[in-house]
């Protein structure tokens, strides 16, 4: 407990729990504020609350988790005790569908923004799961990208993009 194998991705709830993302240890962590260790959940497997390298980690409001299950190509849902409450996504690229989800986030109208690595795109769900939109492809140019590893959503709705392989962000 508290230990880490490549830890991806953080998130803070508004009580002030610490979120990690223990990537190669297929789980993920909860702490206060302090750095105090709470709970785990999660081991390998393809299972609902199992991941593949869990890359992304991301709080809502209410205090529902999402996490980027990046090699099982899904994101999946739980209560902020680790519950396992829905999971949607599969391995392609169509609506929906992803080819390596790194990392997500959510909005404070509660939408979800997924990095869509491997696809070179951001995808847009409701808090349910249900594919809103998409945008980006592969480039260099405005509005494309080369591996989308972070996304972040500002207060005024904006979203912001860590566009690795370019060396930007994008908004």
């Given at each position: 407990?508290?230990?880490?194998?490549?830890?991806r991705?953080?998130?803070?709830?508004?009580?002030?729990?610490?979120?990690?993302?223990?990537?190669?240890?297929?789980?993920?962590?909860?702490?206060?504020?302090?750095?105090?260790?709470?709970?785990?959940?999660?081991?390998?497997?393809?299972?609902?609350?199992?991941?593949?390298?869990?890359?992304?980690?991301?709080?809502?409001?209410?205090?529902?988790?999402?996490?980027?299950?990046?090699s099982?190509?899904?994101?999946?849902?739980?209560?902020?005790?680790?519950?396992?409450?829905?999971?949607?996504?599969?391995?392609?690229?169509?609506?929906?569908?992803?080819?390596?989800?790194y990392?997500?986030?959510?909005?404070s109208?509660?939408?979800?923004?997924?990095?869509?690595?491997?696809?070179?795109?951001?995808?847009?769900?409701?808090?349910?799961?249900?594919?809103?939109r998409?945008?980006?492809?592969?480039?260099?140019?405005?509005?494309?990208?080369?591996?989308?590893?972070?996304?972040?959503?500002?207060?005024?709705?904006?979203?912001?993009?860590?566009?690795?392989?370019?060396?930007?962000?994008?908004?």
């Open positions: 407990d508290g230990e880490f194998d490549y830890t991705g953080v998130a803070v709830a508004s009580d002030g729990s610490v979120y990690v993302a223990d990537k190669d240890n297929h789980r993920i962590q909860k702490f206060t504020s302090e750095g105090v260790f709470v709970t785990k959940w999660g081991t390998e497997g393809t299972g609902d609350g199992q991941f593949k390298w869990p890359t992304g980690v991301a709080v809502a409001s209410d205090g529902s988790v999402y996490v980027a299950d990046m099982n190509y899904r994101i999946q849902k739980f209560t902020s005790e680790g519950v396992f409450v829905s999971t949607w996504g599969s391995y392609g690229t169509g609506d929906g569908e992803f080819m390596g989800p990392n997500v986030a959510v909005a109208d509660g939408s979800v923004y997924v990095a869509d690595t491997s696809n070179y795109r951001i995808q847009k769900f409701t808090s349910e799961g249900v594919f809103v998409k945008w980006g492809t592969q480039g260099s140019g405005d509005g494309e990208f080369q591996n989308t590893f972070g996304v972040a959503v500002a207060s005024d709705g904006s979203v912001y993009v860590a566009d690795f392989d370019n060396d930007r962000i994008q908004k």
